[in-house]
Protein backbone atom coordinates (compact mmCIF):
# COMPACT_ATOMS: atom_id res chain seq x y z
CA UNK A 1 0.00 0.00 0.00
CA UNK A 2 0.85 3.45 -0.77
CA UNK A 3 2.15 6.14 1.89
CA UNK A 4 2.34 9.76 2.75
CA UNK A 5 3.72 12.02 5.45
CA UNK A 6 1.77 13.69 7.97
CA UNK A 7 1.42 15.29 11.45
CA UNK A 8 0.13 12.77 13.53
CA UNK A 9 -1.39 13.38 17.09
CA UNK A 10 -1.15 10.49 18.97
CA UNK A 11 -4.06 9.36 21.57
CA UNK A 12 -2.94 9.15 25.52
CA UNK A 13 -3.31 5.91 27.24
CA UNK A 14 -6.58 5.45 28.95
CA UNK A 15 -6.35 6.45 32.32
CA UNK A 16 -3.65 8.44 31.91
CA UNK A 17 -3.29 12.86 32.75
CA UNK A 18 -4.60 14.76 29.83
CA UNK A 19 -1.79 16.29 28.81
CA UNK A 20 -0.98 18.67 25.78
CA UNK A 21 -0.13 16.35 22.89
CA UNK A 22 2.86 16.91 20.30
CA UNK A 23 2.41 16.29 16.50
CA UNK A 24 5.14 13.84 15.10
CA UNK A 25 5.76 13.28 11.32
CA UNK A 26 5.09 10.29 10.18
CA UNK A 27 4.29 7.99 7.36
CA UNK A 28 0.89 6.61 7.06
CA UNK A 29 -1.04 4.27 4.43
CA UNK A 30 -2.87 5.62 1.38
CA UNK A 31 -5.62 3.44 -0.45
CA UNK A 32 -7.29 3.48 -3.30
CA UNK A 33 -10.23 5.37 -4.27
CA UNK A 34 -13.61 2.88 -4.02
CA UNK A 35 -16.93 3.62 -5.34
CA UNK A 36 -17.77 7.27 -4.99
CA UNK A 37 -14.94 8.15 -3.47
CA UNK A 38 -11.53 10.88 -5.22
CA UNK A 39 -8.21 10.50 -4.12
CA UNK A 40 -6.83 14.15 -3.25
CA UNK A 41 -4.16 16.20 -1.97
CA UNK A 42 -4.09 19.11 0.32
CA UNK A 43 -3.06 22.83 -1.43
CA UNK A 44 -3.65 25.05 1.82
CA UNK A 45 -5.25 24.95 4.72
CA UNK A 46 -6.59 27.17 7.86
CA UNK A 47 -5.34 26.52 11.34
CA UNK A 48 -8.50 26.29 13.35
CA UNK A 49 -9.80 26.40 16.68
CA UNK A 50 -10.41 22.45 16.84
CA UNK A 51 -7.24 21.90 15.96
CA UNK A 52 -5.71 23.74 19.03
CA UNK A 53 -8.69 21.97 21.32
CA UNK A 54 -7.57 18.22 19.83
CA UNK A 55 -3.93 19.48 20.80
CA UNK A 56 -4.74 20.69 24.03
CA UNK A 57 -6.85 17.51 24.67
CA UNK A 58 -8.85 20.50 26.42
CA UNK A 59 -11.57 19.20 27.19
CA UNK A 60 -11.29 15.89 26.42
CA UNK A 61 -8.28 13.70 24.28
CA UNK A 62 -10.66 13.56 20.70
CA UNK A 63 -8.73 10.57 19.13
CA UNK A 64 -9.29 8.40 22.49
CA UNK A 65 -12.90 9.79 22.29
CA UNK A 66 -12.97 8.27 18.27
CA UNK A 67 -11.48 5.30 19.22
CA UNK A 68 -8.38 5.89 17.14
CA UNK A 69 -4.82 5.44 18.04
CA UNK A 70 -3.50 8.41 16.19
CA UNK A 71 -5.78 10.93 13.92
CA UNK A 72 -4.21 13.42 10.92
CA UNK A 73 -5.85 17.17 12.06
CA UNK A 74 -7.29 19.92 9.61
CA UNK A 75 -10.62 20.98 8.66
CA UNK A 76 -10.60 23.72 6.54
CA UNK A 77 -8.76 24.49 3.17
CA UNK A 78 -8.44 23.92 -0.45
CA UNK A 79 -7.88 20.26 -2.35
CA UNK A 80 -6.87 19.13 -5.47
CA UNK A 81 -8.46 15.97 -7.18
CA UNK A 82 -5.66 13.36 -8.29
CA UNK A 83 -8.14 10.37 -8.98
CA UNK A 84 -11.92 9.20 -9.02
CA UNK A 85 -13.03 5.88 -8.11
CA UNK A 86 -16.00 4.27 -9.83
CA UNK A 87 -19.46 5.99 -10.19
CA UNK A 88 -17.71 10.03 -9.42
CA UNK A 89 -19.29 12.12 -11.74
CA UNK A 90 -18.27 15.78 -12.49
CA UNK A 91 -14.84 15.80 -10.57
CA UNK A 92 -11.79 15.63 -12.97
CA UNK A 93 -7.85 15.48 -12.15
CA UNK A 94 -6.42 18.46 -11.23
CA UNK A 95 -9.71 20.24 -9.96
CA UNK A 96 -9.58 22.49 -7.12
CA UNK A 97 -12.14 22.29 -4.64
CA UNK A 98 -13.18 23.02 -0.98
CA UNK A 99 -13.34 20.19 1.38
CA UNK A 100 -16.35 20.11 3.31
CA UNK A 101 -15.73 18.42 6.74
CA UNK A 102 -18.62 16.95 7.41
CA UNK A 103 -18.31 13.28 8.92
CA UNK A 104 -21.94 12.81 10.07
CA UNK A 105 -24.76 14.69 8.93
CA UNK A 106 -27.95 14.93 10.00
CA UNK A 107 -31.67 14.84 8.21
CA UNK A 108 -31.48 18.41 7.66
CA UNK A 109 -28.24 18.52 6.53
CA UNK A 110 -26.08 19.82 9.39
CA UNK A 111 -22.87 18.59 10.81
CA UNK A 112 -23.01 16.74 13.89
CA UNK A 113 -19.33 15.30 13.32
CA UNK A 114 -16.47 16.58 11.86
CA UNK A 115 -13.60 15.19 10.05
CA UNK A 116 -9.97 15.58 11.01
CA UNK A 117 -11.80 16.18 14.64
CA UNK A 118 -14.67 13.82 16.35
CA UNK A 119 -15.53 11.73 13.17
CA UNK A 120 -14.15 8.31 14.22
CA UNK A 121 -11.85 7.22 11.67
CA UNK A 122 -11.86 10.48 9.27
CA UNK A 123 -8.90 11.86 7.46
CA UNK A 124 -7.28 15.82 7.49
CA UNK A 125 -5.71 18.01 5.94
CA UNK A 126 -2.19 17.85 7.63
CA UNK A 127 -1.08 14.84 4.66
CA UNK A 128 0.17 14.85 1.66
CA UNK A 129 -2.79 13.27 0.34
CA UNK A 130 -6.10 11.67 1.31
CA UNK A 131 -9.17 9.42 0.29
CA UNK A 132 -12.81 11.25 0.78
CA UNK A 133 -16.30 11.05 -0.39
CA UNK A 134 -16.43 12.82 -3.60
CA UNK A 135 -19.58 14.28 -2.39
CA UNK A 136 -17.65 16.34 0.62
CA UNK A 137 -16.00 18.47 -2.27
CA UNK A 138 -17.18 21.76 -3.72
CA UNK A 139 -15.36 22.58 -7.29
CA UNK A 140 -13.91 26.35 -7.03
CA UNK A 141 -14.49 28.64 -9.81
CA UNK A 142 -13.12 27.73 -13.19
CA UNK A 143 -10.94 30.92 -13.99
CA UNK A 144 -12.10 32.75 -10.76
CA UNK A 145 -11.54 35.72 -9.34
CA UNK A 146 -9.77 34.77 -5.87
CA UNK A 147 -6.66 32.91 -5.24
CA UNK A 148 -6.98 29.81 -3.21
CA UNK A 149 -5.07 31.10 -0.56
CA UNK A 150 -8.28 33.33 0.24
CA UNK A 151 -10.77 30.47 -0.30
CA UNK A 152 -8.58 28.83 2.70
CA UNK A 153 -10.13 29.63 5.94
CA UNK A 154 -13.50 29.06 3.77
CA UNK A 155 -15.12 27.40 7.03
CA UNK A 156 -15.13 30.45 8.97
CA UNK A 157 -16.90 32.24 6.35
CA UNK A 158 -19.73 29.22 5.65
CA UNK A 159 -19.95 29.17 9.73
CA UNK A 160 -20.53 32.44 9.77
CA UNK A 161 -22.68 33.05 7.04
CA UNK A 162 -25.13 30.10 8.72
CA UNK A 163 -24.79 32.04 12.37
CA UNK A 164 -25.79 35.59 10.95
CA UNK A 165 -28.52 34.18 8.85
CA UNK A 166 -30.42 32.86 12.03
CA UNK A 167 -29.32 35.65 14.51
CA UNK A 168 -30.47 37.84 12.32
CA UNK A 169 -34.00 36.32 11.55
CA UNK A 170 -34.25 35.86 14.93
CA UNK A 171 -33.85 39.47 15.85
CA UNK A 172 -36.24 40.48 12.99
CA UNK A 173 -39.08 38.17 15.03
CA UNK A 174 -39.55 40.66 17.03
CA UNK A 175 -38.98 44.32 16.03
CA UNK A 176 -40.52 46.44 13.61
CA UNK A 177 -38.97 46.53 9.74
CA UNK A 178 -38.70 50.33 10.64
CA UNK A 179 -35.34 51.18 12.16
CA UNK A 180 -34.85 54.88 13.54
CA UNK A 181 -31.28 54.23 13.48
CA UNK A 182 -28.45 51.28 12.76
CA UNK A 183 -28.94 49.05 15.35
CA UNK A 184 -25.30 47.85 16.76
CA UNK A 185 -23.77 44.69 15.98
CA UNK A 186 -21.10 43.92 18.64
CA UNK A 187 -18.34 41.02 18.92
CA UNK A 188 -15.50 39.46 20.32
CA UNK A 189 -12.63 39.44 17.92
CA UNK A 190 -12.11 36.10 15.92
CA UNK A 191 -12.24 35.12 12.36
CA UNK A 192 -15.78 33.85 12.01
CA UNK A 193 -17.03 37.74 13.72
CA UNK A 194 -14.95 39.48 11.74
CA UNK A 195 -16.98 37.50 8.31
CA UNK A 196 -19.53 38.41 10.00
CA UNK A 197 -19.68 41.88 10.61
CA UNK A 198 -19.03 42.46 7.14
CA UNK A 199 -22.42 40.95 6.56
CA UNK A 200 -23.91 42.57 9.40
CA UNK A 201 -22.64 46.11 7.14
CA UNK A 202 -23.86 45.29 3.91
CA UNK A 203 -27.50 44.73 6.21
CA UNK A 204 -27.30 47.99 7.25
CA UNK A 205 -26.30 47.38 10.67
CA UNK A 206 -23.07 49.60 13.02
CA UNK A 207 -21.22 47.40 13.91
CA UNK A 208 -18.04 47.44 16.28
CA UNK A 209 -15.83 44.67 17.57
CA UNK A 210 -13.40 43.95 20.21
CA UNK A 211 -9.46 43.22 20.19
CA UNK A 212 -6.92 44.39 22.19
CA UNK A 213 -4.00 44.28 19.45
CA UNK A 214 -2.85 47.83 17.51
CA UNK A 215 -2.92 45.54 14.22
CA UNK A 216 -6.28 44.50 14.58
CA UNK A 217 -8.10 47.53 16.04
CA UNK A 218 -6.83 49.24 12.91
CA UNK A 219 -7.83 46.57 10.93
CA UNK A 220 -11.48 46.78 12.63
CA UNK A 221 -11.39 50.40 11.35
CA UNK A 222 -10.24 50.30 8.35
CA UNK A 223 -13.41 47.61 7.70
CA UNK A 224 -15.70 49.93 9.04
CA UNK A 225 -16.31 48.84 12.20
CA UNK A 226 -16.27 50.62 15.64
CA UNK A 227 -12.98 49.35 17.31
CA UNK A 228 -12.87 48.81 20.50
CA UNK A 229 -9.86 48.14 22.66
CA UNK A 230 -10.08 45.30 24.96
CA UNK A 231 -6.77 46.67 26.75
CA UNK A 232 -9.14 49.73 28.04
CA UNK A 233 -11.01 47.29 30.05
CA UNK A 234 -8.36 44.66 32.08
CA UNK A 235 -10.82 43.04 34.52
CA UNK A 236 -13.40 42.09 32.31
CA UNK A 237 -13.21 38.46 32.88
CA UNK A 238 -15.25 37.46 35.90
CA UNK A 239 -14.14 33.66 36.34
CA UNK A 240 -10.15 35.10 36.20
CA UNK A 241 -11.19 37.85 38.97
CA UNK A 242 -13.01 35.30 41.23
CA UNK A 243 -10.23 32.58 41.02
CA UNK A 244 -7.70 35.15 41.42
CA UNK A 245 -7.99 35.27 45.56
CA UNK A 246 -7.39 38.86 45.48
CA UNK A 247 -10.12 40.93 47.73
CA UNK A 248 -9.99 44.17 45.23
CA UNK A 249 -10.05 41.45 42.13
CA UNK A 250 -14.29 41.69 42.17
CA UNK A 251 -13.96 45.28 42.15
CA UNK A 252 -11.43 45.90 39.79
CA UNK A 253 -14.12 43.58 37.17
CA UNK A 254 -17.03 45.03 38.28
CA UNK A 255 -15.20 48.56 37.32
CA UNK A 256 -14.37 47.48 33.90
CA UNK A 257 -17.29 45.90 33.33
CA UNK A 258 -19.59 49.06 33.96
CA UNK A 259 -17.30 51.08 31.31
CA UNK A 260 -17.39 48.39 28.88
CA UNK A 261 -21.41 48.46 28.98
CA UNK A 262 -21.00 52.47 28.99
CA UNK A 263 -18.31 52.41 25.44
CA UNK A 264 -21.40 50.06 24.20
CA UNK A 265 -24.27 52.29 25.20
CA UNK A 266 -22.24 55.11 23.95
CA UNK A 267 -21.65 53.13 20.14
CA UNK A 268 -25.72 52.20 20.48
CA UNK A 269 -27.38 55.69 21.47
CA UNK A 270 -27.96 53.89 24.73
CA UNK A 271 -29.92 50.70 23.54
CA UNK A 272 -27.10 48.33 23.94
CA UNK A 273 -25.90 45.70 21.33
CA UNK A 274 -28.92 44.54 19.30
CA UNK A 275 -27.02 41.39 18.04
CA UNK A 276 -23.93 40.35 20.35
CA UNK A 277 -21.92 37.55 18.74
CA UNK A 278 -20.32 35.79 21.10
CA UNK A 279 -17.38 33.09 20.74
CA UNK A 280 -16.13 33.24 23.80
CA UNK A 281 -18.42 32.88 26.62
CA UNK A 282 -16.59 31.82 30.23
CA UNK A 283 -15.89 35.02 32.31
CA UNK A 284 -16.74 37.23 29.47
CA UNK A 285 -20.30 35.98 29.21
CA UNK A 286 -21.77 38.04 32.46
CA UNK A 287 -20.67 40.92 30.41
CA UNK A 288 -22.50 40.17 27.02
CA UNK A 289 -25.36 39.77 28.62
CA UNK A 290 -25.07 43.08 29.91
CA UNK A 291 -24.63 44.25 27.24
CA UNK A 292 -27.75 43.51 25.45
CA UNK A 293 -30.40 45.74 24.26
CA UNK A 294 -33.90 44.52 25.03
CA UNK A 295 -35.17 42.52 22.44
CA UNK A 296 -31.62 41.32 21.02
CA UNK A 297 -30.11 38.25 20.24
CA UNK A 298 -26.65 36.79 21.94
CA UNK A 299 -25.56 34.55 19.05
CA UNK A 300 -22.23 31.77 19.35
CA UNK A 301 -20.92 29.41 17.32
CA UNK A 302 -18.21 28.59 19.24
CA UNK A 303 -17.00 28.00 23.18
CA UNK A 304 -13.25 29.45 23.13
CA UNK A 305 -13.07 30.00 27.13
CA UNK A 306 -16.24 28.18 28.50
CA UNK A 307 -18.57 25.61 27.79
CA UNK A 308 -20.06 25.81 30.37
CA UNK A 309 -22.81 28.99 30.99
CA UNK A 310 -25.24 30.41 33.53
CA UNK A 311 -28.08 33.53 33.56
CA UNK A 312 -30.90 34.44 35.30
CA UNK A 313 -34.16 32.82 33.44
CA UNK A 314 -35.95 35.73 34.39
CA UNK A 315 -33.85 38.77 33.82
CA UNK A 316 -33.36 37.04 29.71
CA UNK A 317 -37.28 36.34 29.93
CA UNK A 318 -38.34 40.27 30.56
CA UNK A 319 -35.45 41.49 28.20
CA UNK A 320 -36.61 39.10 25.42
CA UNK A 321 -33.27 38.26 24.79
CA UNK A 322 -33.02 35.28 22.34
CA UNK A 323 -30.16 32.90 22.21
CA UNK A 324 -28.64 31.34 19.32
CA UNK A 325 -26.36 28.59 19.30
CA UNK A 326 -25.93 26.64 15.81
CA UNK A 327 -22.48 24.89 14.71
CA UNK A 328 -21.04 24.74 11.40
CA UNK A 329 -23.54 25.25 8.51
CA UNK A 330 -26.11 23.54 6.44
CA UNK A 331 -24.53 20.91 3.67
CA UNK A 332 -27.00 21.82 1.02
CA UNK A 333 -25.50 25.53 1.28
CA UNK A 334 -22.16 25.00 0.08
CA UNK A 335 -22.67 26.03 -3.41
CA UNK A 336 -24.47 29.28 -2.82
CA UNK A 337 -21.97 30.81 0.24
CA UNK A 338 -19.31 29.91 -2.60
CA UNK A 339 -21.29 31.56 -5.30
CA UNK A 340 -22.11 34.50 -3.00
CA UNK A 341 -18.38 34.73 -1.99
CA UNK A 342 -16.94 34.47 -5.79
CA UNK A 343 -19.71 36.58 -6.87
CA UNK A 344 -19.44 39.73 -3.98
CA UNK A 345 -15.76 39.17 -3.15
CA UNK A 346 -16.78 38.12 0.33
CA UNK A 347 -13.68 36.75 1.48
CA UNK A 348 -10.36 37.37 3.87
CA UNK A 349 -7.90 39.41 2.64
CA UNK A 350 -4.58 37.54 3.60
CA UNK A 351 -1.61 39.70 4.48
CA UNK A 352 0.49 37.41 6.20
CA UNK A 353 3.39 34.67 5.12
CA UNK A 354 1.72 30.98 4.64
CA UNK A 355 3.54 28.51 7.17
CA UNK A 356 5.14 25.47 5.16
CA UNK A 357 4.09 22.09 5.91
CA UNK A 358 7.65 21.63 7.63
CA UNK A 359 6.75 24.83 10.30
CA UNK A 360 3.67 23.34 11.20
CA UNK A 361 4.31 22.33 14.85
CA UNK A 362 5.46 25.97 15.11
CA UNK A 363 2.33 27.22 13.84
CA UNK A 364 0.75 25.25 16.45
CA UNK A 365 2.71 26.83 19.12
CA UNK A 366 2.20 30.07 17.83
CA UNK A 367 -1.99 29.53 18.12
CA UNK A 368 -1.93 28.46 21.21
CA UNK A 369 -0.19 31.86 21.94
CA UNK A 370 -2.53 33.82 20.08
CA UNK A 371 0.58 35.29 18.62
CA UNK A 372 -0.74 36.34 15.12
CA UNK A 373 -2.10 39.50 14.20
CA UNK A 374 -4.29 37.86 11.20
CA UNK A 375 -7.46 35.79 12.19
CA UNK A 376 -6.45 33.16 9.47
CA UNK A 377 -3.35 31.65 9.84
CA UNK A 378 -3.04 29.55 6.90
CA UNK A 379 -0.11 26.74 6.09
CA UNK A 380 0.98 24.98 2.76
CA UNK A 381 0.82 21.23 2.37
CA UNK A 382 1.29 20.53 -1.58
CA UNK A 383 3.14 23.53 -3.08
CA UNK A 384 0.61 24.24 -6.44
Known sequence: MATTKAWVLHATEPGSEL?????TLEQIPVRRPEEGEVLVEPLVGCWEANMEHAISRHPVDVARQRGDDKIVLGTCGVVRVLAAGPGVRG????QECLWIPFGVIDRNGYAERICAYDAPGSPGLLCGRFVTEARLLVPLPEQGRHPIERWAPFARYFTAWDNWRVA??????????????PPLVLGWGGGVV??????ARR????TAMVSG??????????????PIDRREFPDLDYDVAKASGDPDALDRHKDSKRRFV???MELSGGQGASIFLDNMGGGLHRVTLQSLARESVLATVGWKHGMRLSNLRAVECIGRHIHVHTHAWRFQDCRRIRDVQESTGWLPEINEPVASFDAIPQLADAYS????????????????
Open 19 to 23: TRGQL
Open 91 to 94: LREG
Open 168 to 181: RRCWEAQVDDHWDE
Open 194 to 199: WAQLEL
Open 203 to 206: DGFR
Open 213 to 226: RDTRLAAIAASGAA
Open 262 to 264: ERV
Open 369 to 384: RDAFDSYFPLYEVVPR
